[in-house]
């Protein structure tokens, strides 16, 4: 049986891919990556988009729907809770019910 660390580690390593792919194009804002996990299933991810737009875990909540309450998230920087041109990911992370 695997580890609850070593799948967490898999799953972190997955989210730092992503955030890779935005490498050099997501300025203003760092490059995110963004996995959501429930029951041992991948069920959203995401990366910043070009120019900072969207944000990562937005994308990843979109591509879950309904199969993020109850997950889990693994993001690769804290999620941003200010409201600007864009709402509070860890708003939308809450509203979503993800468990952690």
Request: with cysteine; glycine share 16%; hydrophobic share 35%.
């Amino acid at each position: 049986m695997v580890s609850q660390s070593l799948t967490y580690e898999h799953y972190m390593s997955v989210a730092l891919s992503l955030g890779r792919r935005g490498l050099g194009k997501t300025w203003p804002n760092p490059s995110v990556g963004c996995v959501i996990v429930n029951d041992g299933v991948v069920v959203g991810r995401g990366n910043t988009g070009d120019g900072g737009r969207p944000h990562a875990e937005t994308q990843a909540l979109a591509q879950a729907g309904n199969r993020a309450k109850g997950a889990t998230v693994f993001v690769t920087l804290e999620p941003c809770s200010h409201e600007g041109q864009t709402g509070s990911c860890a708003k939308a992370l809450i509203d979503a019910g993800v468990s952690m």
